[in-house]
């Protein structure tokens, strides 16, 4: 799994333990990612019978439920109902996603586990919780638009056992900047700690006491990535102080407490809340 980066970074310098786990479950091979554009739509398709024709099954993500009128994306109703119709009229295809209810969607996915479907169509509600030991291939659709822990989570679905296993990361050429970074650290690793730490640098941590879940905090010199042995010390040092004189009221500590009330009074009022 991919650690959300406001904790990542809280780990440095807040009251957290880390335990790190850092070996592949038993039998899950890496999952070999690559980046297509709409160019190469044709062949994405070659490949998803291809895995089919081996007896491997296959999903397809999309970013919506149904159509939207202010985006111009493919939707996982319509596109179901499209592979179906137009391109895979031979193959046993079902459709997933969060509007459904709960038994609808727990008769599908029982049926994509019991191999009685081909390919599932689905929007992230297959992100975790699920294990398909056949599925070899995952292809997200409009893979620009979704974060890199979700990607991660995403490509998790497929390498669940000893099958040569693949993402197709389908994407749009009108992406931002940070939107082909993620592919391109998708592309190249699908280790999570690198992947949390890729992320970590496009969205920054956030705030330690506030409400800004990303962007880089207001330190004047630090950087939480290339100073993290650093921060550690500094974490450390401040804990035996915090032990030693908690209300930071010794003579020597004055400057200090004036400083640290000056700096964050009204932050640390939010903290207090509740």
């Known amino acids: 799994a991919t650690p959300i980066p406001r904790t990542l970074a809280m780990t440095v310098y807040g009251d957290l333990d880390i ?68 391109v895979f009229p031979d193959l046993r295809i079902g459709l997933v996603h969060g509007r459904m209810k709960a038994q609808e969607k727990d008769d599908i996915m029982k049926a994509f586990t019991g191999r009685q479907l081909d390919l599932l169509v689905s929007t992230t509600v297959i992100e975790v919780g699920i294990d398909i030991p056949q599925a070899s291939l995952m292809v997200i659709e409009h893979a620009e638009r979704f974060g890199l822990a979700q990607l991660h989570q995403l490509r998790g ?57 990303s962007g880089l905090p207001d330190f004047r010199v630090a950087n939480i990535l290339r100073d993290g042995r650093l921060l550690n010390e500094a974490r450390t040092e401040a804990f035996r102080l915090v032990e030693k004189d908690p209300g930071l009221s010794r003579p020597e500590h004055a400057a200090l407490r004036e400083v640290l009330l000056w700096k964050w009074e009204g932050r640390l009022d939010l903290a207090r809340t509740g």
């Open 157 to 213: 679905r497929v390498g669940r056992s000893d099958i040569p296993s693949y993402c197709v990361l389908m994407s749009d050429f009108k992406g931002s900047e940070n939107a082909r970074k993620r592919l391109r650290i998708m592309e190249q690793t699908n280790d999570g700690f690198r992947i949390a730490e890729a992320d970590l640098e496009i969205r920054g941590p956030g705030e330690l006491l506030g409400t800004r879940q």
């Open 19 to 86: 335990s790190v786990i850092d070996e592949m479950p038993p039998g899950k091979k890496p999952v070999k990612t690559k980046v297509f554009y709409e160019k190469d739509r044709p062949r994405v398709y070659e490949i998803i019978r291809k895995e089919i024709s081996k007896g491997n099954q296959v999903f397809v993500v999309y970013p919506l439920v149904t159509e939207s009128e202010s985006l111009d994306l493919k939707d996982a109703t319509r596109m179901a109902a499209h592979l179906g119709k137009d």
